[in-house]
């Protein structure tokens, strides 16, 4: 190993000590740290974090970083090292040419603008936050410049959360899904629904509690290197494949949201805990690719999650901890837990409208970084596209245009990686089936270890290393295509909704 490597790595454990400091802080914040106490963790926070930042910035780093890229260097380094040289100098290059003052300036304006949401959600009026996400949409804009000269700022936007993935790609893809939803969804919306009563009963934590870890340990979720939580908003972070945590929320009258998250944020943690452990703190580890990330937490909770099967070897279980669903025949279940509703919030919506959530959102910020559509005119605008793909019309913004954080904050481009998560799925579903037989049969036969260790195998080892289309060319074979999403929908709605 030459010295210069030796160097750099030397100065990247430095880096990852902070790290770890700054995801236990984090992680402490979110689920233990008392009330009181919480203003010293954020002291901490901080302080751990700029250190950080400042490390993975510095003159020293960029050096290194120079010196590893040329090509005598980078010849001799194994394809691990190359990968990790090569996406830090990229990185290093593109954060370095944002002017300093312009990026403190975002970071102050962030932090006015999360709290203008927060202010503005509680009071329904959009106008408290409008001047807000004005200025984050300009400055992202500028930011955008600097990062991504010559892009198309919205492709700039989208790159940063799904590497590789462009407008062209997602227009096409959504395009496809609006067209088969739309009428499906108005089919569905015309059937009788069941009654849910008997889902919202009360049940304590604690049993909640426990269902969540045989669901967890059921699906593949090491416990020997991971960690439970409780917190406001579930969240998984992993600090290394050996070392995941999942934080959960308990609503008494709505198990089957703590149940749903579970396996949502368990199927991002089998991903952390299954990445290569030589990518382990380093940029090849945790994949930084938003879409595919979330391709396997809603894999597990909706392609797997959410069919019949899947709770037939369990479901007794279930009722040991829950006793509420020894009463419920297996069949009301898988009803209830496929209920389609025309719903205002996302995050409360069953998989089949969720698509329709996020195409608006898409939608929307198309409007804004490509039709220039003046901020003052976008809650109206929501609602338009609510009333044609839901048929209902929010009553105020707070279950409107407001209800989401991540405007706020300027993570533009963020949202449509949550369905082209639901569109991998719905190809990693085939791919499966051919190479492994029916995923219905496997299970019902309880081998839901197989897929687990399919995933692990083909996705989830490769970490960061590969790109979205990267994975879904080694993964699948072919070209990105909403088609095997659509077709899973239409099978298992005709058959749950009667439809003809
Ligand atoms: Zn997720």
């Not at 750099?8 to 880096?15: E, T």
């Not at 010559?150 to 936007?157: F, Q, T």
């Not at 003046?374 to 609602?383: D, F, G, I, M, T």
């Not at 989830?460 to 879904?472: C, D, L, M, N, Q």
Request: aromatic letters at 12%; proline letters at 4%; hydrophobic letters at 35%.
């Amino acid at each position: 190993m030459s010295r210069l490597l030796e160097e750099f790595q030397q100065y990247l454990k430095k880096i990852q000590q902070y790290e770890y400091a700054v995801n236990l802080l984090f992680w402490d914040v979110q689920t233990k740290t008392p009330k009181l106490g919480q203003p010293a963790n954020v002291d901490a926070l901080t302080y751990f974090s700029t250190e950080e930042f400042a490390l993975s910035t510095s003159e020293e780093m960029g050096r290194m970083l120079d010196a590893l890229s040329e090509p005598k260097e980078y010849e001799n380094l194994d394809d691990m090292w190359q990968f990790i040289v090569g996406r830090m100098k990229r990185d290093y290059d593109r954060n370095r040419r944002i002017p300093a003052e312009v990026y403190e300036t975002f970071v102050r304006a962030k932090a006015e603008s999360g709290n203008a949401w927060v202010d503005a959600k509680k009071a329904g009026d959009f106008s408290i936050f409008a001047p807000h996400l004005k200025k984050m949409i300009e400055m992202r804009r500028e930011i955008a410049g600097y990062t991504d000269p010559g892009k198309e700022v919205y492709d700039a936007l989208l790159n940063e959360f799904e590497e590789g993935m462009d407008s062209a790609t997602i227009d096409r893809l959504f395009e496809e899904l609006k067209q088969g939803l739309i009428p499906l969804v108005r089919q569905i919306l015309e059937k009788p629904q069941p009654d849910d009563a008997a889902f919202r009963v009360y049940t304590d934590a604690d049993s909640q509690k426990k269902a969540e870890k045989m669901l967890l340990e059921y699906i593949g979720f090491r416990m020997d290197a991971g960690a439970l939580g409780e917190t406001e908003h579930p969240f998984t972070t992993g600090f290394s494949s050996r070392d995941v945590r999942i934080a959960n929320n308990y609503h008494e009258r709505e198990p089957l949201s703590a149940i749903f998250s579970a396996i949502h944020e368990g199927g991002h943690g089998i991903f952390d805990q299954n990445v290569n452990p030589d990518y382990d703190q380093t940029v090849a580890g945790s994949c930084c690719h938003m879409g595919i990330h979330e391709s396997q937490s809603r894999f597990y909770e909706n392609i797997l999650g959410r069919s019949k099967n899947f709770w037939m070897p369990i479901y007794d279980k279930l009722g040991e901890y829950l006793p509420q669903f020894r009463e419920i025949p297996l069949d009301d279940f898988y009803r209830e837990i496929n209920h389609v509703r025309n719903s205002f919030v996302r995050i409360e919506a069953d998989e089949v409208t969720y698509c329709l959530h996020i195409i608006l959102r898409y939608e929307m910020e198309q409007a804004i970084f490509r039709g220039h559509v003046p901020v003052e005119e976008l809650p109206a605008l929501w609602n338009k596209k609510m009333e044609e793909y839901l048929q209902i019309t929010p009553e105020n913004d707070s279950e409107g245009i407001l209800q989401d954080i991540h405007w706020s904050d300027g993570s533009f481009g963020y949202f449509p990686t949550y369905l082209l998560g639901s569109i991998y799925d719905g190809m990693y579903l085939e791919a499966i089936e051919q190479e492994l037989g029916s995923v219905d049969e496997i299970l019902a036969a309880g081998e839901i270890f197989k897929i687990t260790k399919w995933l692990n195998e083909n996705i989830h080892w490769y970490g960061s290393t590969r790109t979205p289309k990267e994975v879904i060319e080694a993964v699948c074979g072919k070209e990105v295509s909403a088609e095997p999403l659509l077709r899973y929908f239409k099978k298992k709605y005709t058959e749950i909704y009667s439809l003809s």
